[in-house]
């Protein structure tokens, strides 16, 4: 049965990553169907190009959608891991458990699912998520940036395990700024006791995306493109934004010296990796 395959792709900009279009069936496709709900990773030309071979010659829309995955690329852990974790590690950042006061600042959610290069979930992996708050200070014994105090109704640090479906969401703030950064969250995804990727995500449309050197030293324009997510109202009335936001990992766990990185922080003395952080 012959299978006809239609794409249309913006070219894509910081500002507006823009999701790949797509439909295929058994007969010419008629107005595109946006399958930014399914995959939301860009596609390098190169294995696009595989893919649609792929699919011409017999394989499932999932066979092909899936060869076209790239990874999610590898980023600094940077200096400010927390180094004493909160008690309360939830997926909700926001609230600080026997707190009643939400923590400072414009309130986010992003989630999406966490892939291997097939295309196929990772259930079961631990998504942590660590950030600065609305006075750009991380939870962290060096982490007030300029004298300015750590929010103490944020919780700074989350963590959530995947599902079945390999889906992950966080509910936080939008980080705030600080010296010689722009505004960015940092991922660790662990498992089976090993990291397999520390990585950043990025707002669309930030001033400070064009200097930022961490974001800028990936060299390869569709994965930078692949860190950068738009954050949008979650309708016309909330003040609320939410990003959608697939995490490709490979299946090779990190070198914990290549991803201190840039920033990252030191080791401990006589020692090859960090220690774990006490829960206090």
């Known amino acids: 049965m012959q299978r006809f395959i239609a794409l249309q792709i913006s070219k894509p900009n910081a500002r507006n990553p823009g999701p790949l279009r797509a439909s295929i069936g058994t007969s010419p496709p008629s107005p595109m169907t946006t399958i930014s709900d399914v995959f939301h990773i860009p596609f390098s030309r190169r294995r696009l190009l595989h893919s649609l071979a792929l699919a011409t010659a017999g394989f499932t829309t999932r066979d092909a959608l899936a060869e076209a995955l790239l990874l999610t690329p590898r980023q600094t852990e940077g200096p400010y ?10 997926a909700d950042l926001i609230h600080v458990t026997g ?3 939400a923590a400072l600042g414009t309130l986010t959610q992003f989630g999406g699912r966490l892939l291997n ?4 979930p990772v259930a079961g992996a631990s998504i942590e998520l660590w950030q600065a708050d609305n006075n750009g200070c991380y939870i962290h014994s060096r982490g007030e ?20 479906k390999g889906e992950y969401r966080f509910r936080t703030i939008m980080p705030g700024l600080y010296t010689g950064r722009t505004r960015h969250y940092h991922i660790a995804v662990m498992k089976g006791g090993k990291r397999m990727l520390t990585t950043q995500l990025y707002i669309a449309g930030e001033p400070q995306n064009e200097r930022d050197g961490i974001l800028n030293s ?9 860190v950068i997510r738009e954050f949008k109202p979650a309708h016309a009335e909330s003040k609320e934004l939410v990003a959608t936001w697939d995490i490709v ?20 003395p006589g020692k090859g990796g960090r220690r774990p952080p006490q829960p206090r």
């Open 81 to 90: 891991y927390p180094d004493h974790l909160p008690l309360d590690q939830d």
């Open 99 to 101: 707190d009643a006061t």
């Open 249 to 268: 990992m490979g299946i090779t766990p990190e070198d914990p010296e290549r991803r201190r990185g840039p920033g990252g922080p030191p080791p401990p």
């Open 218 to 226: 990936i060299k390869d324009p569709v994965q930078k493109l692949s």
């Open 117 to 120: 290069a097939d295309g196929k």
């Open 145 to 164: 940036q300029n004298g300015r105090q750590r929010d103490a109704h944020f919780q700074g640090f989350g963590k959530i395990t995947t599902n079945e």
